[in-house]
Structure formats: C-alpha cells, structure tokens
C-alpha cells in the first residue's frame, strides 16, 4: 500500500498536529508497512526537523506568496498520482485545495483528519477567513472525503453538525510510551529551579484559544490559599509563542502581583524582550526563578520536552477547544496527575479518575485547582498512575496506527466497515 500524508507544515510549526502525524506516519511505516510520501510547506524549522521523520524523508516544497494562505505551486506536482490513497491533515489553506485536485484528478480515495478545526470554538476563531476558504475550496474538499477522521466522538459530532454525511473513522490521537525511572531526566537536567516546591505544567501553543488568562488568575486566587506546611505550587509555562499572547499574559501576572520569570530573555521575539527588559529586566530562571510564582520556560522540544516533563508534579491544560490533546497524553505517558476541561475531549481521563475536571471560568478552575494543592504526594501519584495505564491501554502509536491500516485497507477494498467507522 502507498499513501500520501499531506500536512500544511512537516516541522514543529505545526505544532501538535505534527507530533501527532509524524509519530503515526512513522508507525504506519514501520509498523504496519506502508509506504508513505510525507508532503507539506517549507518553513524555517522544515531541515531542523527532517530527522524526525526517519526513515521517512518528508518533502517541503517553498511557499510562494502570503504565509496565510500557503500558496506553492509545487505543491500538486509534488503529490504522487501513483499512490493508492491521500491522507490530508489540512485546515483552512492552500494544501486543502491541492488534496482536492489530487482526488478528482486521480479519482482515488482521500481521507480527511480535520484535528478539531471543525469544532465551534475553531470555527468562530477567525471566522470571516474560514467562510472564505470554505466557499473556495474547503467544503468542496470535506465533501469529496471518502472518510474523515475525527480524533474522538465529540469530533465526529462536530462533523455532523457542519452538515457532512461520509463515513466517520474515530481514532485518537497515541503517544510514546517513555521507559526508565519517569522522574529522573536521562540528559540535559532541564528541571525548573522551584526551591523544592511543586511544579504545575501548562506545555503548549501560548494561544488564547487555551484559556491561560483566566487560569492565570484561579491560579493567583488559589494560591492564596496555601495550605499549612506546605510551600505553594509554582505554575511553569512552556510552549511557542502566538500572536504575542505570551507578552499579555506575562502583563497579567504582573498586575495581579504574580511574580514572573522568563528563560532565554535574550532569544525571545523583540515585542517580549521589550517587555521583559522594561518592566522586569531579563531572567535567568536557573537562577531567579527561585521565588517566582510563574515561570514562562519558553520552548520545549525534544529532549529538553522529556527533561521537563519527568520533572514537574502535575499537567494543566484550560482549553477551550482541542481536538484531542497530544500534551495531555504526554503528560498521563510520565504518570502526571491532569488538570483539564471537558474541551480537551478525553473524557475517559474523568472516568478512571486521571484527571480533575474544570470548567473555563476562573472560579471553576479555582475550585479545581483546591482540590489539586489539597492532594498529599500519594495522591497525585495514585492519580498519575491511573493516567499512565489509560495510556497504556488505549493511546498507544502500535494501536492507533493499526486501526488506521484497517481504515485504509476498507477504504481501498470494501466489504465490511471496521469497528472504528460510523457510518450515519
């Protein structure tokens, strides 16, 4: 079998989606024997990222034109027509147009992972532009999929919603399971300067579509309220930065009295160097973080992402909308006890009481951010086990990507619909 797995980035530009795509391509290759010919748009991290891939080695064709709209016309050409089938992980670009035509050309079956951008919070994001794209090309493109992918039932019922009727493959996002002693780093020693006090994780994009500001401000409440004999919890912040969100919510910290770090001052964007240099001046956190409620870590990859994440006590993330959250499958794969919202789509984390539930209100992440700092370290460790072995159980890459052989397989073949397809 020969695929075509189409991305609108193959580097860390694309955040969690290309954690998620690389890990699974990689799986189907190698685990499951297909071939796959990765294809995305080069950007500045595409060669600093190729490695990734291996022993896939994606193709990156140059974007010619506005970045937001990812125009490239290598990008066609660059799609085999000999492959049996095309997976396009493709949101509201260029690339979604180019999987079009490469379907009605071919006439060969195309799968499409939409990865949460159909679901209501997304679609009101930017809305004008995504009404757009839809007119131009995007609903044409969902409507030729032979089947799409939705990440979790949720998903599946947002596609509903938007008015498609294909049939609906729901297979999840899966992680890496980490080995060794989960809280001791193999190299690096990336771990956060607490003072031995505990650590809470936020890893990912800084963007307000995942509700740090009003976590921010629970976590300024709830940190009032400090629990006897115990220091209270430090919040570490680690991930890109979008749009200068990370500037305001520093901004935030610091008129709610929330004293602030920031790694690697010097190598930040000008706006938040600025930022930092005026009101704050530069931060070394190995060295001042020791007293500071929040320490914004900067970005996390690879090697210095394991560090950190073997050496905090506990993973958040507020969302508002996700697909399904890689992060939050990290953070169970290294036995953290999880903070989240229902948006985060992984209601399986509630149920094996992995997880503490809040809502997006600040009152309601204070409530649940209570419960958090109440926990003695038996608990958070009772609570991050239970998140290892729902990892364990169902969000493997061996899984996941064996379900979606099966898919393909069907899509290519017929017959009877594996049990991950819904039909209606």
Same mark, same amino acid.
């Given at each position: ?10 580097s ?21 024997g ?6 995305g748009?080069e ?17 990156? @064709?140059? @974007?010619?034109?506005p970045?937001a ?5 290598d990008?066609?050409?660059?799609l085999n027509?000999?492959a049996?089938l095309?997976?396009?992980?493709t949101?509201?670009?260029y690339?979604?147009?180019a999987?079009l ?8 079956p195309m ?9 209501a919070?997304a679609l009101?994001?930017?809305?004008w ?18 089947c ?14 938007y ?12 992680v890496?399971?980490?080995?060794g002693d989960?809280?001791k780093?193999e190299?690096?020693n ?25 976590f ?8 009032g ?9 430090q ?6 930065d ?7 919510l520093?901004?935030?910290c610091?008129?709610?009295g929330l004293?602030?770090? @920031?790694?690697?001052a010097e190598?930040r ?26 320490l ?8 210095d ?10 993973f ?11 992060s ?5 794969s290294?036995?953290l006890?999880?903070?989240m ?18 809502e ?9 951010l ?6 003695n ?11 290892r ?17 099966e ?8 017959g009877v ?5 819904i039909?209606?």
């Amino acid at each position: 079998m020969h695929s075509i797995c189409l991305l609108e980035s193959v580097s860390r530009s694309d955040g969690g989606i290309f954690e998620a795509e690389c890990a699974l391509q990689r799986e189907l290759h190698l685990g499951q024997g297909v071939q796959v010919d990765v294809v995305g748009m080069e950007d500045r991290f595409s060669s600093e990222d190729a490695s990734r891939w291996l022993p896939l080695k994606p193709k990156a @064709v140059k @974007v010619k034109g506005p970045g937001a709209f990812g125009y490239s016309p290598d990008l066609l050409p660059a799609l085999n027509p000999k492959a049996d089938l095309l997976y396009a992980a493709t949101l509201w670009k260029y690339p979604s147009w180019a999987a079009l035509q490469w379907a009605e050309r071919t006439g060969k079956p195309m799968m499409v992972a939409p990865h949460g951008s159909l679901d209501a919070w997304a679609l009101r994001n930017a809305a004008w532009k995504k009404r757009i794209a839809a007119a131009l090309f995007k609903n044409r493109q969902l409507n030729k999929a032979a089947c799409l992918r939705a990440l979790c039932q949720s998903e599946a019922d947002a596609f509903r919603a938007y008015g498609l009727t294909q049939p609906i493959a729901i297979i999840p996002n899966g992680v890496e399971i980490p080995e060794g002693d989960l809280k001791k780093p193999e190299a690096g020693n990336l771990k956060p300067e607490t003072g031995g006090r505990k650590t809470l994780l936020f890893l990912g994009r800084i963007h307000p579509k995942k509700g740090l500001p009003n976590f921010i401000r629970a976590f300024a409440q709830s940190r009032g309220s400090r629990v006897e004999g115990r220091e209270p919890w430090q919040l570490v912040i680690a991930g890109w930065d979008q749009g200068g969100h990370e500037a305001e919510l520093i901004q935030l910290c610091e008129e709610l009295g929330l004293k602030s770090a @920031v790694t690697d001052a010097e190598q930040r964007p000008g706006q938040l160097k600025l930022k930092i240099e005026g009101e704050r001046r530069a931060l070394d956190a190995r060295h001042s973080s020791l007293d500071s409620a929040v320490l914004f870590f900067g970005p996390a990859f690879g090697r210095d992402k394991e560090d950190l994440l073997r050496n905090v006590d506990a993973f958040v993330l507020p969302s508002f909308s996700e697909g399904l959250p890689m992060s939050v499958l990290e953070g169970w794969s290294y036995g953290l006890p999880v903070v989240m919202t229902p948006e985060c789509n992984l209601p399986e984390g509630f149920a094996a009481d992995a997880a503490i539930r809040i809502e997006t209100s600040a009152e309601s992440i204070a409530e649940g951010l209570s419960t958090l700092f109440s926990m003695n370290d038996a608990d958070l460790m009772t609570m991050g086990a239970k998140g290892r072995g729902l990892v364990e159980e169902r969000f493997t890459w061996k899984s996941v990507a064996a379900q979606m052989r099966e898919v393909y397989d069907w899509m290519l073949g017929g017959g009877v619909a594996p049990s991950s397809v819904i039909m209606k």
